[in-house]
């Protein structure tokens, strides 16, 4: 009998083990950990390399999703806006570029020079980051102090396609209390999005 | 003879037209339809987008289903997620040329967040995304990723009477 619960003990924990987000992802209010990803200039970064910043936008996104390329111009403009406030956009790719190869380094290194992208994008080659962070789609924010508290969780705004329509700048919102010393409304919301395409 | 020919095209060009579904668009609050009905009708709702190569992959497993079923109370839903302006340009030409027969749905609201809390609560917005109901047993399941034609039937399976 005790056999046969070990056993099934052991086969519920490869199920748990097995599944593909295993982290839950962080919620606002908790720290998030630091990375050391590559960026699309060959240099490593960490969040701890900005000892001056006094937040970080980090947004997981990619090439190939129409979703983010839809946000990319806005994520732009965010980090034009912000990283004069201390506040920098920290683009991460999470996908797997085996299912999807318009998303491997040599094509970020692309876009982001097309694009002319002012912000450091880097990849996540093991996806330990997006995992941890809870990252499911692109694009994903996550709007954090500079003790890497998170603030904000969710959308940039509240319209994907007509950038000209958007009536709540969710993220924004969320940025510009924090900088004025108020309680963030607004912490978590939701967008549709690519799912993170995972190993 | 020419004449023949012009009126064998139109003919096979009428009934290619009259094939292609009407796609009928959704607001937030239609998504309540397949959650209100106490209904013992398996719905069976798919989030997708023509752009979403997973959610492409998938699509024939849900078109599986619905043939499958055909004669039982279970119902494809394919609820689309691409952009406003691709509606005529690229969703229509899409389930047209795919023969889609599965009913095809637009999401036409342009802010996700006021909708996706009501399909379900810990659903983060990542498509592909499957919503299987049956209202009269108090059955409903999420599933965010990909799911294959097997997995759908092992859980459509149970709830057929």
């Known amino acids: 009998m005790k056999y046969f619960v070990s056993i099934f003990i052991i086969i519920s924990l490869s199920f748990t083990t097995g599944k593909k987000q295993a982290h839950p992802g962080y919620k606002v209010g908790e720290q998030a950990v630091d990375f050391k990803l590559k960026g699309v200039d060959g240099k490593y970064y960490s969040l701890a390399d900005f000892n001056k910043s006094k937040g970080f936008i980090v947004i997981f996104t990619c090439n190939h999703c129409p979703f983010a390329q839809a946000y990319e111009n806005r994520i732009i403009s965010l980090h034009k806006k912000y990283s004069?406030?201390?506040?920098?956009?920290?683009?991460?790719?999470?996908?797997?570029?085996?299912?999807?190869?318009?998303?491997?380094?040599?094509?970020?290194?692309?876009?982001?020079?097309?694009?002319?992208?002012?912000?450091?994008?880097?990849?996540?080659?093991?996806?330990q980051t997006a995992?941890?962070?809870?990252?499911?789609?692109?694009?994903?924010?996550?709007?954090?102090?500079?003790?890497?508290?998170?603030?904000?969780?969710?959308?940039?705004?509240?319209?994907f396609?007509?950038?000209?329509?958007?009536?709540?700048?969710?993220?924004?919102?969320?940025?510009?209390?924090?900088?004025?010393?108020?309680?963030?409304?607004?912490?978590?919301t939701k967008a549709i999005g690519c799912g993170i395409k995972w190993k | 003879m020419n004449r023949i020919i012009y009126l064998f095209v139109f003919i096979l060009c009428q009934?290619?037209?009259?094939?292609?579904?009407?796609?009928?668009?959704?607001?937030?609050?239609?998504?309540?339809?397949?959650?209100?009905?106490?209904s013992d009708t398996i719905f069976v709702i798919n989030f997708w987008a023509t752009w979403c190569k997973p959610c492409?992959?998938?699509?024939?497993?849900?078109?599986?289903?619905?043939?499958?079923?055909?004669?039982?109370?279970?119902?494809?839903i394919?609820?689309?997620?691409?952009?406003?302006?691709?509606?005529?340009?690229?969703?229509?030409?899409?389930?047209?040329?795919?023969?889609?027969?599965?009913?095809?749905?637009?999401?036409?609201?342009?802010?996700?967040?006021?909708?996706?809390?009501?399909?379900?609560?810990?659903w983060g917005g990542a498509i592909p995304a499957t919503w299987i109901i049956q209202k009269s047993s108090n059955y409903e399941k999420f599933i965010e990723g990909s799911v294959s034609f097997e997995k759908l039937k092992e859980m459509i399976d149970p709830l057929i009477k």
């Open chain 1, 131 to 159: 995992r941890t962070y809870g990252a499911a789609r692109t694009p994903h924010v996550f709007f954090m102090d500079a003790k890497r508290i998170i603030r904000y969780i969710g959308a940039i705004d509240d319209n």
């Open chain 2, 56 to 76: 492409i992959s998938e699509l024939n497993s849900f078109e599986k289903i619905n043939k499958l079923y055909a004669d039982k109370k279970v119902k494809v």
């Open chain 1, 161 to 188: 396609e007509e950038p000209e329509q958007v009536k709540e700048k969710y993220l924004e919102n969320a940025i510009d209390a924090f900088l004025k010393g108020k309680n963030v409304s607004v912490t978590q």
């Open chain 2, 78 to 122: 394919l609820i689309n997620n691409d952009f406003k302006k691709q509606y005529e340009t690229r969703l229509k030409p899409f389930v047209k040329e795919k023969n889609i027969k599965s009913s095809v749905f637009f999401m036409d609201e342009s802010n996700p967040n006021s909708w996706i809390d009501r399909v379900n609560t810990d």
């Open chain 1, 84 to 127: 004069l406030k201390g506040i920098p956009v920290i683009a991460i790719n999470p996908n797997d570029p085996v299912k999807e190869p318009e998303d491997n380094y040599e094509n970020m290194q692309k876009r982001s020079k097309d694009h002319k992208y002012p912000f450091i994008y880097l990849i996540d080659e093991t996806q």
């Open chain 2, 15 to 38: 009934l290619n037209l009259s094939k292609a579904q009407n796609i009928p668009r959704l607001k937030t609050n239609d998504l309540q339809y397949w959650t209100l009905q106490n």
